[in-house]
Every structure is written in C-alpha cells, then in structure tokens.
C-alpha cells in the first residue's frame, strides 16, 4: 500500500559521477543489492546522520572520514539487506575491508570512499557477496542509471524514489540530482533512511554542509512515519564542480540561493514520496503549524501532531476528530494561548479563537478526511514564524508489515 505517486523521473547523468548496480545476494527476492557512485578527482561531500547513539559501522565510517579528509570523496558504496549494525567490532572491520577492496579496484585513496547500508540489524553482513560483486561494479559504471540506482538501495520499500533539478550557475548548465529510500522507522533526523544527492556545482566544502543541514531542516528532518529512529539514517551530498561554473563561496549570495532552492525542492520531493510510501500508509497528511513566535516551536508543535496515533489513526479512518489534534497541540511542550488557536482541515474552518466556529459541520470536515492527501492547518495567534511537515496515517498494513519484518 503506498499513497499516490509521480512515476520516476527522466533523470539527466550529472558530470562528474559514474555509477553502477548489482544484485549480490543480500536481498532474498534476488533484486538489486548493491550500488557504486564513482566521482571525479575534486569532487567534495557533506553528510548529515543519525541522532541514535547505536550505529552502523558504516555511519561511523563516514563520520569520521568526512571530518578527517576536508569532505574529499571519490566513492560511495551502497549495500540494502544488511544494516551492518550492531555486530562490534567485526562490523567495522567488515566496513574497512568493503572500502579497501573498492579503493583498490578503483585505484583511489581509502579514505576517500563512503560507505552506507540498510536492511536487517544485529546479522553479520556475509561478506563473500559484497565482495565477489565489486569487480563487476567496477566494470559496468556508466553515467546514466538513477532509477535502477534508486531500486538497488530500497528494502521495504514499495517504489523507487528520485529527483531533479536544472540550474544556471555563472552561465553554466548545473545538475542536481538525488536518490532516497525509506518506508519505515522514519522520524526528524532521517530515520531508517538513505538519501544520496549529487550535483555537478563546485562548493566550498564548509558552505556545501550549510546547505546541505538547511534543506535537511525542512526536507527528512520534517517528516514522520512512526517515530521510530534508526542506526543507519544517512544522507550524503556530493559535489564534483564538473559543470566549469566557478566554486561557489558564501558571498555569492544569488547563486547560492539558487542552489539552496534546487536542492530544496529535490530534497521535499524525496522527502514526501518517503512519506507517501509509509509503510500501510493510504493517506499523505501535510501539517501547517503558522502565527508562531519562531520556528522551532512551530515545528515542535507540527511533529507532536504528526507522530500522535491518535490522528494518524483518526486520518485512517476518515474521522474529522479535531479535538485529538488540539489536544498533541496542547502537549507539544511549547507555551501556546488555547484561546488564540485556529484549526482548519483543508480549507473547512472548524475552530477559532479557541472554539468551535459556530456554522462548522461535520460532513465537511469528513469530507476533508476521507481524501487522498489531507492538510492541516493551525495557527496559534503568536507571532509570524511558521513550518510545514509531513506524515501518513497508521493502517492495519503497518503493523502486518512490521510483525512479518525481522529488524
């Protein structure tokens, strides 16, 4: 079950990076497994993870790799199947070993290769697979391949997620691309989530992670499945300045914005197809929080409302029952006036100033409820801030997808 979706886009090959997909074994339905991104000599990355302190071997990895080298990166190896998490020491070791064997293969420093993995936590990842399969990777890179990339790193997924945007940086056509996957375990900070996004620009390395934790803040980190977060969330942002446009700097202040707003759109456009492919999820809900005194507190109070059962269930069964969305609002943890808020479900009025507007009916606002994709709005009377995000109803189908999934 997944909410209604855009097919995967005609995805142009960004300059600068190769890439190739393999199924090695790791997945029992024998699809595509493993994936390799090679990129160009100057290609530099940023990389955001998970706020959970049980990780993968392959987050640390990173971590500490991006620190070390000045976020230089020439490979990114992709394994779905196999979290890599939770084995000790001998996950890391396995990491190293999966690293060493594509710098070789690639003739690249080791330290310049990335590692990420989803799937089962707590089981040793069979290492003869992974590493049969490097030297076919290795063979068969080529430019185009996004959406069979984008298949390769999915586990309960139910379809392939990507996204694209076209710009102009210093008269130069500029590529921004990026692959995500996640239906479950998904929650702020990126939950049971991987998201890749490659872009031919040339980025000072300290500005590319602004960026990058900027469109995060209002992309995978505003949205929500089931609350849970995972050992694994990572996303990764690479940039290779294969256009010829020349390196963006802080002061460049157009162009830069131009790039913000591209990897923006990207990255809520992946964000939203995670929620939309929510595990059982039959409904979008988009929650607007506005008249805030800042957006923190708008954002707390929207998350509190997205991860409460009570309206994601009440979203499944097409139940207009504002009172339960007042009431997260209510215990968000944020000081609020109960006699300023406003509600609306779609555009149906039903509370203001605090109480139920006098002409509100019922029928409407069921009507509302029982669509595709929902939106509601509440505005506390406050201020001026305001944020958006986005999560799914809680269906029969979740629990049936958890209870047969070993994690």
């Known amino acids: 079950m ?102 070789e293969r690639l003739q690249l420093p080791d330290a310049t290769v990335m590692l990420a993995s989803t799937g089962v936590i707590g089981v040793p990842l069979p290492m003869h697979k992974p590493l049969q399969a490097i030297p076919e990777l290795v063979q068969h890179l080529q430019p185009a391949g996004w959406q069979q990339a984008a298949q390769a790193i999915m586990t309960t997924d139910t379809f392939a997620k990507g996204a694209g945007r076209t710009i102009t940086l210093g008269g130069k056509e500029v590529q921004v691309v990026g692959i995500s996957k996640g239906a479950g375990m998904i929650h702020p900070d990126m939950a049971t989530m991987l998201a890749f996004l490659f872009t031919d620009a040339a980025v000072e ?13 209002k992309s995978f980190n505003s949205i929500s499945v089931d609350g849970d977060t995972s050992t694994n969330d990572t996303i990764l942002l690479f940039a290779s300045g294969a256009s010829g446009a020349a390196v963006l700097q802080t002061e460049d202040a157009a162009e830069v914005a131009l790039l913000a707003t591209a990897l923006q759109e990207v990255c809520q456009t992946l964000a939203q197809a995670i929620v939309r492919d929510g595990e059982g999820a039959s409904k979008l809900i988009q929650i607007q929080v506005e008249e805030a005194r800042n957006s923190a507190e708008a954002k707390q109070i929207a998350m509190t409302v997205a991860k409460s059962p009570l309206v994601k269930t009440a979203c499944a069964g097409s139940d207009p029952n504002w009172g339960r969305i007042l009431a997260a609002v209510g215990y968000a943890g944020v000081p609020i006036v109960a006699n300023r808020l406003s509600l609306w479900l779609g555009e149906v009025r039903v509370v203001e100033q605090g109480g139920r507007v006098a002409d509100y009916q019922e029928t409407a606002g069921k009507a509302v409820m029982e669509q595709e994709e929902i939106t509601i709005r509440i505005a506390l009377g406050l201020g001026e801030a305001s944020h958006t995000v986005w999560s799914c109803d809680l269906t029969h189908g979740y629990i049936t997808i958890n209870a047969e999934y070993h994690t």
């Open 2 to 103: 997944a909410v209604s979706h855009s097919p995967f886009p005609d995805l142009p090959p960004v300059p600068g990076f190769r890439l190739a997909t393999v199924a090695c074994g790791l997945k029992q339905s024998g699809a595509a497994d493993l994936l390799l991104v090679e990129m160009a000599a100057g290609t530099h990355a940023a990389g955001l993870f998970t706020r959970n302190q049980v990780v993968a071997a392959p987050v640390t990895l990173c971590r500490d790799r991006l620190a070390q080298n000045n976020g230089v990166a020439r490979a990114l190896l992709v394994n779905a199947g196999n979290a890599n998490a939770v084995n000790g020491e001998r996950g890391m070791q396995d990491a190293l070993t999966l690293s060493r064997q594509v710098a």
């Open 205 to 217: 390395p300290a500005l590319l992670h602004t960026l990058l934790q900027q469109t995060v803040e």
